[in-house]
């Protein structure tokens, strides 16, 4: 998919400016950033932050989402619907092993690695220097923090954020809608839904 014109990203915080950057090396550009918290003048890595939707966005290109919350960025894409920019944004100095299949919405940031027959599923974060071994498997809407490991035919559910610096071994399934803390090593099935820590990881109680 081409962009119409520009591109206008949504939501000003941290990544943004990781964001910003990702389309710089794609060659592609941001006109303005939309959040409601905006400060008049302010501005991240040169780009304008405005606090009013744009309305034609026909006019003005897609949108591209800097949203790290796996929930809010799903309910900001329902919210724009067919306006998102849906190819994925890959740094070029992301590795791509052969048959890799990546969705839509998806954004594969500097020193990742996606490896052979790896399937990733839509509007997933891959961060920095994160990596996705051979046969995984990651549902939509899933957030890998950077440095994060994902071993050989390992399956991460919908929903799901794996932490800076977490393992999941090879093989281990993860089930939808679960958190792994930083640092983390999970060597185990995980089949129910919540926060896991620790080496190996265990369910934070509530």
Known sequence: MNPKKTLTVIGAGGHARALIALLSSCNLTASKVIDASAQLGENILGVPVVNAEVQDSAAHGFYVLAIGSN?????????YKGEVYAAPLIHPSAILAMSPHIGRFCQIFAGAYIGPQAQIGDNV?????AIVEHEVSIG???HIAVGAKILGRAKV??????GAGAV????????DDVTIGANSFVNEKIDKPGTYVGSPARQMKK
């Open 140 to 142: 939509d809407d899933c």
């Open 125 to 129: 974060i891959l961060n920095t220097y």
């Open 157 to 162: 559910g919908h929903r799901c954020f794996i």
């Open 71 to 79: 929930t809010a960025r799903k309910r900001a894409l329902r919210h």
């Open 168 to 175: 999941i071994k090879d093989g281990v399934s993860v089930c």
